[in-house]
């Protein structure tokens, strides 16, 4: 991978989120009860090695809530959370949601369509 080194030197780049994607995920998670908060797309939220990935093929990078706002990701109550029930229910709702966003993508040729379209647009 460019940038990284044995010292683990590594840039990442800009996260793109395919908008279409992320609807059909935000819908799915609805359908499984849970609450989506949309972030401001321009807001960043840390970095990934997914914003390398996403610079080659569509994708999203979603967050699902297992802890109040204000949690700090990095803290001893998030990794409570993370092998609580609460994290093991958020880790199911993202794994279906996940699953049927592939149905969805797969059982519509109009869809993927949509997807390359953002996809090449946002080049």
Known sequence: MPGWN???DTRYSA???NPT???LFAQNMESL???IQSLEPSKGFGSTDMGNVSQ???GIHPCIAIVPEGVSEHSPEFAAAAASE???RGLVDAAKALAMTVVDVLASPE???KIKEEF???E
Do not use: F
């Open 6 to 8: 044995k010292w683990g």
């Open 15 to 17: 996260m793109r989120n």
């Open 21 to 23: 994607l992320g609807r």
């Open 33 to 35: 009860g849970r609450k």
């Open 56 to 58: 080659l093929v569509p």
């Open 86 to 88: 609460a994290g093991i």
């Open 111 to 113: 869809t993927v369509t």
């Open 120 to 122: 090449q647009q946002a």
